[in-house]
T-cell receptor
Framework: DQQVKQNSPSLSVQEGRISILNCDYT??????FLWYKKYPAEGPTFLIS?????DKNEDGRFTVFLNKSAKHLSLHIVPSQPGDSAVYFC?????????????FGDGTTLTVKP | DGGITQSPKYLFRKEGQNVTLSCEQN?????MYWYRQDPGQGLRLIYY???????QKGDIAEGYSVSREKKESFPLTVTSAQKNPTAFYLC?????????????????FGSGTQLSVL
């Protein structure tokens, strides 16, 4: 059973508009969530994270929202830029789990059209 | 520049052949990891090592082997027992597991190796 799900394999938005990427999880022991961004033929890079004690974390154009009761998080990118076109992975782990044993979703491919 | 270097970028394996993927890091991280990514799927953990001369199986270790003789290096061997080796392989590192402020811990990835079967 997949514990971290990104139900939208792909998303296409116009440059300058908002991109919203969603992630759902089932394991109530998860309390730290991260988003990684991946370009083709490259390794993922860390983008933004959020702890379960918060419901929002913002870093420039990127904001992550966490709804613990719904076991749902979302990544908002405003405004979207063509360089944001990449695969975005949601990852989750418990408090005492090391970073490498996070559970990853399957990714959402974002395409930002000029 | 600190980072993780994976080589080669592309690798081809013949039937019955073992191949070794290299991963080197100069971030002074204790923990290192190997993942496999198949098209349209997330990352799956193959092996990980938290300290030199120690490593643990991940979720999909069958058909793979690793060694950790130096802190900087964590090579992965894809053995002939791995019947479906075609995938994108990623190496990553992070700070040591037992840090008191775990919430800041994140992964640093190499650029990956694409392994294909001839």
């Amino acid at each position: 059973d997949q514990q971290v799900k990104q139900n939208s394999p792909s998303l296409s938005v116009q440059e300058g508009r908002i991109s919203i990427l969603n992630c759902d999880y089932t394991n109530s022991m998860f309390d730290y969530f991260l988003w990684y961004k991946k370009y083709p033929a490259e390794g993922p890079t860390f983008l933004i994270s959020i702890s379960s004690i918060k419901d929002k974390n913002e870093d420039g154009r990127f904001t992550v929202f966490l709804n613990k009761s719904a076991k749902h998080l979302s990544l908002h990118i405003v405004p979207s830029q063509p360089g944001d076109s990449a695969v975005y992975f949601c990852a989750a782990r418990g408090y005492n789990t090391n970073a490498g044993k996070s559970t990853f979703g399957d990714g959402t491919t974002l395409t930002v059209k000029p | 520049d600190g980072g993780i270097t994976q080589s080669p970028k592309y690798l081809f394996r013949k039937e019955g052949q073992n191949v070794t993927l290299s991963c080197e890091q100069n971030l002074n991280h204790d923990a290192m990891y190997w993942y496999r990514q198949d098209p349209g799927q997330g990352l799956r953990l193959i092996y990980y090592s938290q300290i030199v001369n120690d490593f643990q199986k991940g979720d999909i270790a069958e058909g793979y082997s690793v060694s950790r003789e130096k802190k900087e290096s964590f090579p992965l061997t894809v053995t002939s027992a791995q019947k479906n080796p075609t995938a994108f392989y990623l190496c990553a590192s992070s700070t040591r597991e037992w840090t008191p402020f775990r919430s800041n811990e994140k992964l640093f990835f190499g650029s990956g190796t694409q392994l294909s079967v001839l």
